[in-house]
């Protein structure tokens, strides 16, 4: 059980907006601590996606954004495309554990 | 270029221990705060351990804490994990990866591509 809940599965058509949720608490993300999603390819290292709850690194196209509010976050992918494909993780700081913890992940699948 | 490369992974029984290393190259390596994560097979990942730049605070998952130990060595830009008590549920791809230096926790921002350790008699 991930101390932050993501859906396990989430799908949409070629060119249709999707958006993944990443709830937690008082002790992660309502702590204030950032957000950060990471796309993982099959048989890949994760990809870092968007840093800081909205910031997206260099390369990282402009379908992808994130967002947060409160205790959760969320990461939407626009325009989506076949290459989308994969498992997306988000990842905060827990207080309470003193350390980093990861969503349980969710698997995108492109119809 | 960036890089991150692990090495020291292997089968191993139960109970033995086993000690992975990351060589970092291209960057500046006291920059950075570094980090160990596992995969386990058809799993998430999951955060196993971290060290600030200068080794002054380190951390760890409940899940390895008093079992696992992470150091690292700036003058051979290197970082360790040494894993005793090894159980099956270790069994996973170890992936070391950066975090800037930061006041605040900041993401993971280049990864390894992971060494594989199994656990198994």
């Known amino acids: 059980q991930s101390v932050l809940t993501q859906p396990p599965s989430v799908s949409g058509a070629p060119g249709q907006r999707v958006t993944i949720s990443c709830t937690g608490s008082?002790?992660?993300?309502?702590?204030?601590?950032?957000v950060h999603w990471y796309q993982q390819l099959p048989g890949t290292a994760p990809k870092l996606l968007i840093y800081?709850?909205?910031n997206r690194p260099s390369g990282v196209p402009d379908r992808f954004s994130g967002s947060k509010s409160g205790t959760s976050a969320s990461l939407a992918i626009t325009g989506l495309q076949a290459e989308d494909e994969a498992d997306y993780y988000c990842?905060?700081?827990?207080?309470?554990?003193?350390?980093?913890?990861f969503g349980g992940g969710t698997k995108l699948t492109v119809l | 270029e960036v890089q991150l490369v692990e090495s020291g992974g292997g089968l191993v029984q139960p109970g033995r221990p086993l000690r992975l290393s990351c060589a970092a190259s291209?960057?500046?390596?006291?920059?950075?705060?570094m980090h160990w994560v596992r995969q386990a097979p058809g799993k998430g990942l999951e955060w196993v351990s971290g060290?600030?730049?200068?080794?002054?605070?380190?951390a760890y998952a409940d899940s390895v804490k008093g079992r696992f130990t992470i150091s690292r060595d700036n003058t051979k830009n290197s970082l360790y994990l040494q894993m005793n008590s090894l159980r099956p549920d270790d069994t996973a791809l170890y992936y070391c990866?950066?975090?800037?230096?930061?006041?605040?926790?900041?993401?993971?921002?280049?990864w390894g591509q992971g060494t594989t350790v199994t656990v198994s008699s």
């Open positions: 060290i600030s730049w200068n080794s002054g605070v380190t």
């Open positions: 291209g960057f500046t390596f006291d920059d950075y705060a």
């Open positions: 800081d709850n909205s």
């Open positions: 008082s002790s992660n993300i309502g702590a204030g601590y950032d």
């Open positions: 990866a950066r975090s800037p230096r930061s006041s605040s926790p900041s993401a993971m921002d280049v």
């Open positions: 990842l905060s700081y827990d207080s309470s554990l003193s350390g980093r913890v």
